[in-house]
């Protein structure tokens, strides 16, 4: 059987970035003037983010200092799921932010669906746990499908992975 050239579509989230970017988070609310005395923290759980601070504006501070800490080291903001923000004990705030890794059933569809739309001869795409693999005849038609997929906001960050020819 001969082999024909495929790559994965995936959606993946460094969570070594995302813990440093929670520690220098952290570490700026320790240290900067408007957080004194704020109990500003960011806890990682796993995948789930928790934000605290005494009042929703501080809150909301600290909630830019983690995107930007983010950003910095590549992680996409694409991958948050943001919950509402909640009051917590003594009037203070609270707020959930969970890390979304991998390409639910959904999104698996519409990737499906824009490579279909493309109408490329022999390029086939199958969901597979959650990723998409894409297999097809021509180099070619899977670099088209790779750029044409970069260009569509699906909301949530792609990479394209195990490139065999």
């Known amino acids: 059987m001969t082999h024909m ?5 995936v959606s993946e989230v460094d969570m ?6 929670v520690d220098q988070a952290n570490r700026e609310a320790s240290t900067r003037f408007d957080f004194k005395g704020t109990d500003s923290t960011i806890e990682l759980a796993g995948s789930v983010l928790t934000l605290h601070a005494s009042t929703e504006e501080r809150l909301k501070a600290l909630h830019q200092v983690l995107e930007e800490k983010l950003v910095r080291r590549n992680v ?3 991958s ?6 909640e009051e917590a ?3 203070s705030a609270r707020q959930q932010i969970t890390i979304q890794a991998g390409i639910d059933s959904d ?3 519409q990737v499906n669906k824009v490579i279909k739309a493309m109408g490329l001869k022999g390029v086939s795409s199958q969901a597979q746990g959650d990723q ?14 790779i750029s044409k997929l970069k ?3 699906l909301g949530i960050p792609l990479q394209f992975t195990n490139f065999r020819d």
């Open 5 to 9: 050239p495929s790559f994965d579509v």
């Open 16 to 21: 070594q970035e995302v813990r440093n970017a």
């Open 76 to 78: 996409s903001l694409k």
């Open 80 to 85: 948050l799921s943001h919950a509402k923000i």
């Open 89 to 91: 004990s003594k009037g």
């Open 107 to 109: 999104k698996a569809r």
């Open 132 to 145: 998409v693999r894409v297999t097809g005849k021509k180099r070619d038609d899977l670099q088209a499908v």
């Open 151 to 153: 260009d569509e906001d």
